[in-house]
């Protein structure tokens, strides 16, 4: 069963510790995200932008098939359901869906919409027991097409959203999707600090996670970032093992044409990335 990431998030915000949200794709990284969250007994999310979803066959089939993959899989731990950079039609959508967290992304928005849809989406999750994430500040790097370039978000709009009654809050700190540029100055902590001083005990999230160095990403986790979104990791690791396999001629052996042979050893890189974040992030054996 599907739950909301309240609880989860506020667990990690009261234990210094962060939680895994991991973008799935199509099947094969809905499974391995599922199976390297119950090998290490950590809690996750899993989340789905709209231009996966899109591939996926819409909202409802995700739905469906992280819920049948549980069942299967029989996964014990808790999993939430996330929309990533949602649009309002896009929120709209996936509470229809049966999805048990959204994101609504009004950073690009005019500053009074952002907080209007906010303010909405925050009423229909409440009512349904759903959790919410807002963001303030573009994420830089490039998501589903909109590309920013890393801008920091203003302490006092962060405040005015986090007092909205969201969950979680992603607010731009020089973090960007994607790789990482040569020379990427990295993560701005004065500008982190100066948010959480606005925003007291919300749970701040850390878009943009792939790339990042392990030491920085546990210091942003000390300072209040409770979960952390990867993707671009955990794609280069499956198209890395599934180069390999090719290169090695491994799919004109025998029946190594077979997609489950195939996407079988690109499948287990994902779980190994995902295994490696959750010791990074400090979930491990928190479910």
């Known amino acids: 069963m599907l739950v909301s990431a309240k609880e989860m998030i506020q667990a990690a915000y009261a234990g210094h510790y962060a939680i895994g949200a991991f973008n799935t794709n199509n099947l094969e990284w809905t499974k391995a995200i599922l199976q390297a969250a119950e090998e290490m007994r950590a809690p996750v999310i899993v989340q789905v932008s709209e231009g996966a979803g899109k591939y996926m066959a819409g909202f409802k089939n995700v739905a ?8 299967f899989q029989k996964t014990s731990v808790p999993v939430a359901l996330h929309l990533d950079h949602g649009t309002y039609a896009g929120c709209k959508a996936c509470i229809e869906a049966g999805f048990s967290s959204i994101m609504f992304d009004g950073s690009s928005l005019p500053f009074d919409e952002n907080i209007e849809k906010t303010k909405e989406l925050v009423a229909i999750c409440n009512e349904k027991g759903m959790s919410i994430e807002a963001e303030v ?72 996670g792939s790339g990042i160095p392990d030491a920085m990403v546990q210091d942003a986790i000390r300072r209040g970032v409770s979960k952390i979104n990867v993707n671009t990791e955990c794609q280069l690791a499956f198209a890395e093992k599934t180069r390999a396999y090719i290169e090695a001629g491994k799919d004109i052996q025998g029946k190594g044409y077979d997609p489950r042979k195939l996407l079988a050893p ?22």
Not at 188 to 208: E, N, Q, S, T, Y
Not at 266 to 287: L, T
Request: charge should be negative; charged fraction near 25%.
């Open 137 to 208: 500040g573009s994420i830089g790097g490039e998501e589903d097409g909109v590309v920013g370039m890393g801008e920091c978000a203003d302490p006092e709009e962060c405040k005015t959203i986090a007092d909205l009654g969201i969950t979680m809050l992603a607010a731009g700190i020089g973090n960007i999707h994607g790789k990482y540029p040569e020379g990427w100055p990295g993560l701005r902590f004065d500008v982190l600090d100066a948010i959480k001083a606005k925003v007291g005990d919300m749970p701040l999230v850390l878009h943009g």
């Open 64 to 71: 469906d098939i992280v819920k049948n993959v549980m069942e």
């Open 266 to 287: 690109g499948a287990q890189g994902i779980v190994d990335m995902v295994k490696y974040k959750i010791e990074v992030f400090g979930c491990a054996g928190k479910a």
